[in-house]
């Protein structure tokens, strides 16, 4: 998948940029999201062994407690010596089985600080770290190759509060305790541009094979909450992460040029998108060439005025293979929202001629309430979105106009309110191999009701 795009569904929407400069090598082709709203789906997903969850976790031979290099968890003193300290002992036993940092009770103030492969950060319950209000405390680093530049700024960005890159065997994790990016003031400095660079992310994993992060409670990032990038065998389970439903760009989790990313039993409630799945920008993501793929998001709830699951705006090293079930999100005005406008870019060197092949686009069984629209579906022009299939689809709408559609074609059964004219065509039986079917990727578990699902 290519830049392109929104869909939104109670809050679930896939976004992305401008799809008019995206070169023809990357598609948007048999991606698959299974959404069940409100009720157990019985499916199980073949190959999703990304997911399973290793009970007890992986034990650490060592440990440390913070409080061993001098920290202080009183809220004011600044602790980032002392974490990275830390760290920089235990990097010592990375090849004799790894090790623990043990994060106590108390409000541990610190600047950005850099994770080593074969370690556990866990937190106490009671625990909170808290990121300084302290620009200089969140050092300036290079940009990400697949975006060219800082997501909001030319130039540089500031570097994570929990940040890794080069890493193996990552755990970050905790009994609920919480990390706090203390976000209010970034979000001020952007409301006001004066920022020099892009802000911070609150964690952010580069480079990094076998990443888990569970059980704990993230508040206020900066700006995206949790960002892996160019990452291999990720889960993220049992979280909470909370901002503000009016802090600009505080997106939950943003897997981005990452493959094998399990996601689930979460709750968002954010600014921003709740899951937005990224692969680079323009021809920055293009050159760089590394999809996001075999992404399951499962058991999520959330709550925001943007996207519940966003593919994009940045994503033009493709995505495929996304598969979401047992979904619910609250406060959308449109059910399902497909643009080609996002309009973004960062320099003028993308080419406006290239375009995207954008098909293959199935949602079915969904059900909505209490929404404006039913949906938004525009392609470009010249450039027209194929296949599109909406399937077993009721949607409680106060618009008078509940479908605005443009440039797609597709197929559809049984959607409530009636379907646009380019989709009214029927899927079956004549239409049925034109639409994406997850045939192949799952296996029912039971006979009960399939629950909803949606694919594209």
Not at 195 to 211: A, I, S
């Amino acid at each position: 998948m290519t830049k392109g795009g929104k869909v939104k569904l109670l809050g679930l929407k896939t976004e992305t940029a401008d799809l008019s400069h995206m070169r023809r090598s990357f598609t948007l082709v048999d991606l698959l999201l299974l959404l069940a709203l409100f009720s157990d789906a019985p499916w199980a997903i073949r190959g999703s062994s990304h997911c399973e969850w290793c009970n007890p976790p992986k034990i650490r031979p060592h440990s440390v407690s913070i409080t061993e290099f001098g920290a202080v968890g009183d809220g004011v003193t600044l602790n980032t010596k002392a974490f990275q300290n830390a760290i920089f002992y235990l990097n010592s036993f990375a090849d004799k089985g790894g090790a623990k940092l043990f994060v106590p009770p108390g409000r541990w103030l610190t600047g950005s600080f850099d994770l080593i492969s074969h370690l556990t950060l866990s937190l106490d319950k009671d625990a909170v770290i808290l990121g300084s209000t302290n620009s200089d405390d969140w050092p300036v680093i290079d940009p990400l190759p697949s975006y060219g530049r800082g997501r909001e700024l030319p130039g540089r960005r500031h570097k994570s509060l929990i940040y890794g890159r080069n890493l193996t065997d990552v755990i970050i994790t905790g009994d609920n305790g919480t990390i706090d990016g203390q976000g209010s003031i970034w979000w001020n400095w952007f409301r006001n541009e004066t920022l020099d660079y892009t802000r911070p992310h609150l964690v952010e994993l580069m480079n990094t094979t076998g990443l888990v992060i569970s059980n704990l409670t993230f508040l206020n990032s900066p700006f995206w909450t949790i960002h892996p990038v160019y990452c291999s065998q990720v889960i993220v389970q049992n979280v909470t992460i909370l901002a503000p439903l009016d802090s600009p760009n505080t997106d939950g989790i943003d897997p981005d040029s990452s493959d094998d990313v399990c996601i689930e039993d979460c709750y968002i409630s954010t600014g921003d998108d709740i899951i937005a799945i990224k692969s680079g920008w323009d021809e920055y993501g293009t050159s760089y060439g590394r999809p996001s793929k075999n992404i399951t998001i499962r058991r999520l709830v959330g709550q925001t005025t943007s996207a519940g699951i966003a593919i994009g705006s940045e994503m033009s090293g493709g995505v495929s293979e996304v598969h979401a079930e047992n979904l619910t999100f609250y406060n959308s005005t449109t059910a399902i929202r497909f643009t080609g406008r996002y309009g973004e870019h960062p320099d003028d060197d993308y080419d406006p001629k290239a375009l995207p092949l954008i098909e293959r686009i199935t949602i079915e069984d969904v059900t909505g309430q209490n929404i404006k629209y039913a949906g938004l579906l525009e392609g470009i022009e010249g450039d027209t979105f194929l296949d599109i299939c909406l399937s077993n689809i009721n949607l409680s709408v106060t618009s008078k106009s509940p479908w605005n559609c443009s440039y797609i074609q597709g197929y559809s059964d049984a959607v409530s309110p009636e379907i646009c004219d380019p989709l009214r065509e029927r899927i079956f039986p004549d239409h049925y191999s034109d639409c994406y079917y997850p045939t192949h990727h799952l296996e029912s578990s039971g006979k009960q009701n399939r629950g909803a699902w949606l694919s594209w």
